[in-house]
């Protein structure tokens, strides 16, 4: 019965969500230096949600495409177990991503602590190569209605020679998920409105 009458809620906001959902930036002919994906939640057994996969994956197509030249997974965990990034850097492993070229940042705790962690980290790498472009591009990639935050958060943390762009992730809710915000459309909707209009209220730096 409450499977049902989530797949009716799902209905009723899909236009609202389809609405809200950011349109993607178009990436320069030659790609990016670095895909940023977002972590999205985790399963109780240690592997990435489905939100998480579809992320995973989305940057692994952009990798074997040839555009992005490495891939940097961002993402803590709640209890001390297996980190967002990581399962999300076994996903991309899996599809051939060079290990080398697939970098963790499993730290953060929210989308805003995922922005600057990523900006140190990439700083930090940037500092101690002779061959760093003068300006760093990066796509961030995110579940769709949370691709249009992963992008601001980076954008206001980064340097303001850096070229950022925004990708989406078309994923599947996953029911497994231990955040239950994220077994759902009807569900996390809400959440994510809440925390994009604070973001711009407050305008968190």
Not at 191 to 204: D, G, H, P, Q, S
Request: glycine residues 8%; aromatic residues 8%.
């Amino acid at each position: 019965m409450e499977m049902k009458i989530g797949r009716v809620l799902d209905a009723l906001v899909l236009p609202i969500a389809k609405l809200l959902e950011p349109r993607e930036h178009v990436l320069p002919d030659g790609g990016v230096n670095l895909a940023v994906g977002f972590g999205i939640g985790m399963r109780k057994d240690g592997s990435p949600s489905l939100l998480s996969q579809g992320v995973a994956r989305h940057c692994v197509m952009l990798y074997k495409a040839g555009m992005a030249k490495k891939i940097l997974f961002s993402g803590g965990s709640e209890g001390g177990g297996v980190t967002e990034a990581s399962a999300m850097k076994s996903v991309a492993l899996a599809m051939g991503v060079r290990d080398e070229d697939a970098l963790v940042e499993e730290y953060s705790r929210n989308t805003h602590s995922n922005a600057l962690n990523v900006v140190r980290m990439v700083k930090g790498i940037a500092s101690q190569q002779r061959d760093t472009p003068a300006c760093i591009s990066i796509a961030t990639v995110g579940q769709s209605l949370h691709a249009r935050r992963c992008y601001a958060c980076l954008k206001k943390v980064a340097p303001k020679n850096w070229a950022i762009f925004r990708l989406k992730a078309t994923c599947h809710y996953d029911s497994f998920c231990t955040q239950r915000r994220l077994s759902a459309e009807w569900k996390f909707l809400p959440w994510e409105l809440v925390w994009t209009v604070l973001f711009k209220i407050l305008r968190w730096t």
